[in-house]
């Protein structure tokens, strides 16, 4: 059977490891103003880029140069107020062809991410400077092994300390309340049995910590209060590492006491375990995609606790169901392991809901959208991190609708604890292989944070004292039908220039033997023209001439570019 469900489960890995094939980890790049290869017709005042993630204070730059290396950032880089943009104001500049470079520290995850893309300003007759580079806009870490394997420590660590002292608190010594199962043989040394595994979960989440902690400094010092507290990332780490040792010490004292004296001697130091298990779950839920996505942050925080609690409270407690199954099995223990199984499969009901509702609201927190779910990596892990919980559900109401009330039967009850016992083995291989994915997730970009949300295309450009504002929708990247709007605005006062007449636009692409096409703007309304036109028929780079007739003064001309490269 084991070997059946390990089948399963590697087809279900290879599925989620096939789905990260074109998935960015870490801050990616989302949009920029000016666009990534964008041909302005006035200089910009400032670059902004936005990421994927809230980006660490102290670790942004932002370098603005033209093709002969000179640069015109001016320092300083500004961190927006939602923390997912950045923005250098520019020194004076003119027509040329521009290269942005950036990099920034996810402050999710502290992971570096970088990247570099083009724009131009045209010269002041409306002729390009020179070819656009079309660089890429962006350039994203891997996700790392070692991380996810670090993050799965820390979680597999965290859910048998948590679930230890679950079971001890609530099943195991109230279960030294039966005589029956008191006096068996393996209710002592089952207790020391789930509070050693306990200690040893604590251990390896304090592992989990220390490694993810030197992964997101380089092996060095965080750098200071400053970049820690600017770093929920870096400060869940740190908090969860000195949280890791309360609970081991903790777990320490509960065993001592347990070997040394009477059972309900532990029963103090572990129900201080498990409020520092909470704390913890807590602490590892301020540096999460959840906190950052959410626009309230502390709903995003609530969800993740909640959903690391409920799954702690059901792998860790199947972790100390494994643990102590080979005393469950005596004959005299009997007793005892009815009271076991039966605990933990209410705690374990509790534990479903709560996981459940939890990670309904994640999803729609993080995914986004059914469509996501099938439309990228993360969502595709998502799916099988999904597809696994059934099964778990499914093999626990097996349990307590089948099993558990065949132990209640004498002659029955040996058997259907040997069957319980194996049960909750391929429910822990599940829990352990949903944990994997746990970790995975959380090295990923949430699918909905890759979503740029609806993007303006604007264009400026300065005519005999006139400003002609440009907007076109949707965003061009491919040949289709656009809405073209043009709003004519007086540069000294400042009010809107109504005293036009009718204009045109031509359309041409350059380096082709496209016929040139001149449409007919319709209006005026006002300081407003406007046309819907299929004129953009082909990738590449599109000249459009505005000509805008003013009756008998002289007719007003201006140039905008728009390159067409594909893609979303």
């Given amino acids: 059977m084991l070997c059946r ?35 302005l017709s006035e200089p910009p005042r400032a670059v902004t880029i936005t990421v994927s993630e809230a980006v660490d204070p102290a670790s942004p730059t932002l370098r603005v140069s033209n093709a002969s290396g000179v640069r015109f950032d001016e320092p300083p880089v500004v961190v927006t107020l939602d923390g997912r943009s950045i923005s250098v104001g520019l020194a004076p500049n003119g027509p040329g062809i521009y290269t942005v470079t950036w990099s920034i520290v996810s402050a999710v995850d502290g992971h570096l991410s970088a990247g570099f893309f083009s724009y131009a300003v045209q010269n002041s007759d409306g002729s390009l400077p020179g070819p656009l580079p079309f660089a ?52 002592g040394l089952g207790l020391q049995a789930l509070l050693l595994w306990g200690r ?8 989990g910590m220390v490694g993810l902690l030197l992964l997101a400094t380089g092996f060095e010092t965080p750098g200071g209060l400053e970049r820690v507290a600017g770093s929920p990332y870096l400060l ?42 909470f704390a913890a779950i807590f602490a590892i839920s301020l540096g999460t995609h959840a906190a950052a996505t959410a626009a309230v942050p502390l709903s995003g925080i609530l969800a993740n ?51 459940i509702a939890s990670g309904t609201g994640l999803a729609l927190l993080l995914v986004g959208g059914w469509e996501a779910l099938g439309a990228t990596g993360y969502g595709w892990v998502v799916l099988v991190k999904m597809a696994l919980v059934v099964p778990m559900i499914a093999l626990g109401g097996f349990n307590r609708y089948r099993l558990i009330p065949q132990t209640a039967d004498a002659a029955r009850t040996a058997p259907a604890v040997r069957a319980l016992g194996r049960s909750v083995r391929v429910e ?16 990923m970009v949430p699918a909905a944070n890759l979503a740029a949300g609806p993007q303006v295309f604007s264009l400026q450009s300065i005519a ?64 407003h023209y406007f046309v819907t036109t299929p004129a953009m028929s082909q990738l590449g780079v599109w000249r459009i001439d505005v000509r805008l007739s003013r009756g008998a003064d002289v007719d007003l001309y201006t140039r905008f570019h728009i390159a067409l490269l594909g893609g979303a």
């Fill in 5 to 39: 469900t390990g089948l399963i489960l590697g087809a279900l890995l290879l599925v989620a490891l096939a789905a990260l094939g074109t998935t960015g980890a870490h801050g990616v790049f989302v949009s920029s103003d000016p666009a990534a290869n964008s041909i």
């Fill in 136 to 187: 890429p806009a962006t350039a994203a870490a891997p996700i790392s092994p070692s991380e996810i394997a670090l993050r799965f420590v820390g979680f597999l660590g965290l859910a048998v300390a948590f679930g230890s002292a679950v079971l001890t608190m609530f099943v195991w010594l109230p279960a030294g309340r039966d005589p029956d199962a008191r006096e068996a043989l393996g209710y």
């Fill in 200 to 207: 040893l979960g604590a251990f390896g989440f304090g592992v």
């Fill in 236 to 277: 869940s780490v740190i908090l969860g590492l000195g949280i890791a040792v309360a609970i081991f010490l903790a777990l320490s004292v509960a065993l001592a006491h347990a070997r040394s004296t009477h059972p309900e001697a532990s029963r103090a130091p572990a129900r201080g375990a498990l409020i520092l298990s």
């Fill in 305 to 355: 606790a909640a959903h690391l609690t409920g799954v702690a409270m059901w792998v860790g407690g199947l972790a100390g169901l494994v643990a102590v199954r080979g005393l469950l099995r005596d004959a005299k223990a009997l007793p005892l392991a009815r009271y076991a199984f039966a605990g933990f499969s209410r705690l374990a009901g509790y534990a479903i809901l709560l996981v």
């Fill in 428 to 443: 822990m291989v599940l829990g352990t292989v949903v944990l994997v994915l746990a970790a995975l997730l959380t090295a």
């Fill in 464 to 527: 005999d004292g006139i400003r002609f504002d440009l907007w076109v929708d949707p965003y061009p990247t491919v040949p289709g039908n656009y809405t073209f709007q043009i709003l004519l605005w007086n540069v000294t006062s400042g009010q809107p220039y109504d005293e036009g007449r009718n204009g045109t636009l031509t359309f041409t692409l350059l380096n082709s033997t496209v016929s040139p096409q001149t449409v007919d703007l319709l209006g005026p309304h006002g300081n």
